[in-house]
């Protein structure tokens, strides 16, 4: 017998030990349905930053083609609140993903000539039309550059001068997109960031105004005494 053959005839044995309502059961298969037909391609493409933006509004189109009503209007809503990656600012990474048409990447590269919004939202608005057009070339302004010349060390992206055909034979494009290949864009960081802030300052304080200023303080620190030995402190205490 294979292994899920074993694991098939194991679930059967135990089966009738797990008490479950009706609805409670119900619920679980929607929730199985919803994780193995739509979430888990996602979530394990969740660690590429040029798939980011495409995978999003792909993520509300399938939820709502594939799913019931009831589990397609939580995903939705609760994805949202998530769409960092189509905000002007981090549009520009899309740029660098390989399922895009060139006619797509050259309608970015229009919309990156458009004025920006004022407000810098971080994330589209509940009711920017484009995202259920897909259109990704309406969510770039001239905003979207920034990602693209902080990838290039503050240089200019001179590549989107260029046919996107060619792109890939580009010196500077190749650059960018080695850089963009690398970023993290999990919440992983982020949550092991904020766990290590506050180990650090334990019971110091609680107050935000004065975690922000210890939080600037080291930063201060760590620039004026990149290396923090004995010699190199006595250095800096002496000038």
């Not at 083609?65 to 998530?82: L, N």
């Not at 580009?170 to 650059?175: A, L, M, P, R, V």
């Not at 766990?195 to 300052?201: E, H, N, Y």
Request: aromatic share 8%.
């Amino acid at each position: 017998m294979d292994g899920q053959g074993h694991l098939r005839r194991e679930d059967r044995l135990f089966h009738d030990q797990l008490e479950m309502s009706k609805r409670e059961l119900a619920g679980i298969r929607r929730v199985a349905f919803f994780v193995t037909m739509v979430y888990a391609k996602y979530w394990n493409e969740a660690m590429i930053p040029s798939y980011a933006a495409k995978n999003d509004l792909d993520f509300i189109t399938d939820v709502k083609r594939i799913c019931d009503d009831g589990v397609a209007s939580v995903a939705e809503r609760a994805m949202r609140r998530h769409l960092w990656y189509l905000s002007e600012n981090l549009i520009g990474l899309a740029i660098f993903d390989d399922r895009h048409q060139p006619e797509q990447e050259a309608e970015m590269v229009e919309g990156m000539k458009r004025p920006s919004t004022t407000k810098n939202p971080r994330r589209p608005s509940r009711r920017h039309q484009s995202i259920s057009t897909g259109r990704f070339s309406a969510f770039c302004s001239v905003r979207s550059m920034q990602v693209l010349k902080s990838l290039l060390g503050g240089q200019q992206p001179t590549f989107l001068e260029l046919s996107p055909e060619t792109w890939n034979t580009d010196s500077c494009f190749k650059c960018a997109k080695k850089q963009a290949d690398v970023l993290k864009v999990t919440n992983d960081l982020a949550e092991r960031g904020i766990a290590l802030i506050q180990r650090f300052l334990g019971n110091r304080t609680k107050d935000k105004r004065q975690t922000q200023f210890l939080l600037k303080l080291s930063r201060l620190h760590t620039k004026a005494v990149p290396k923090n030995t004995k010699a190199k402190l006595k250095e800096k205490v002496l000038e």
